[in-house]
T-cell receptor, first 110, second 112 residues
């Protein structure tokens, strides 16, 4: 059974204080690992897809990396508008089911 | 504008009264799916569809039905809703499985 564990559950940062979110996963064969941002009461908003170990993707202050067992979402010099819940999900090669972690709730204080 | 549209957005209903949550996408996507989101449990997949007339169970399919008669629509049916189905529901779609998945805005369902 696929498993996705995100840590920490919650993270408070000061504006400009860089940090990383972790997503550990167990899957028989990885088709893709997805990162999403979710604001309260809204649908998840796509950020990145990573397909193979060693892959990295960047978007503004965010950078996602992937190893064979985990993914990191690095946030450089965050701003208050980066406050949200960040979700990680994996999709296995054998099927189309998508398994989500419970998310990391990020708060960036001005 | 590319979007996934769910209706209703908010609904309060009574136990046992059949209801349907509609989902429509305008991106010609083959893959569509339904999720529920509950505090402490995260997003869990209910059902998914690889294409028209092709559907399969996700992690929590009990109490739900789906159909995919047209490519753009993927309704979620609760034949006899119960209070434990009170949740926030999301519909999602992608071009094929493995591609970027786009989510709707969510449907808040309360069963009393």
């Amino acid at each position: 059974e696929d498993q996705v564990t995100q840590s920490p559950e919650a993270l408070r940062l000061q504006e400009g204080e860089s940090s990383s979110l972790n997503c550990s996963y167990t899957v028989s064969g990885l088709r893709g690992l997805f990162w999403y941002r979710q604001d309260p009461g809204k649908g998840p908003e796509f950020l990145f897809t990573l397909y193979s170990a060693g892959e990295e993707k960047e978007k503004e202050r965010l950078k996602a990396t992937l190893t064979k067992k985990e993914s990191f979402l690095h946030i450089t010099a965050p701003k208050p508008e980066d406050s949200a819940t960040y979700l990680c999900a994996v999709q296995e090669t054998s099927g189309s089911r998508l398994t989500f972690g419970e998310g990391t709730q990020l708060t960036v204080n001005p | 504008e590319a979007q996934v549209t769910q209706n209703p957005r908010y609904l309060i209903t009574v136990t046992g009264k059949k209801l349907t949550v509609t989902c429509s996408q305008n991106m010609n996507h083959e893959y569509m799916s339904w999720y529920r989101q509950d505090p402490g449990l995260g997003l869990r997949q209910i059902y998914y569809s690889m294409n028209v007339e092709v559907t399969d169970k996700g992690d929590v399919p009990e109490g739900y039905k789906v159909s995919r008669k047209e490519k753009r629509n993927f309704p979620l049916i609760l034949e006899s809703p119960s209070p434990n189905q009170t949740s926030l529901y999301f519909c999602a779609s992608s071009f094929t499985s493995g591609n970027t998945i786009y989510f709707g805005e969510g449907s808040w369902l309360t069963v009393v």
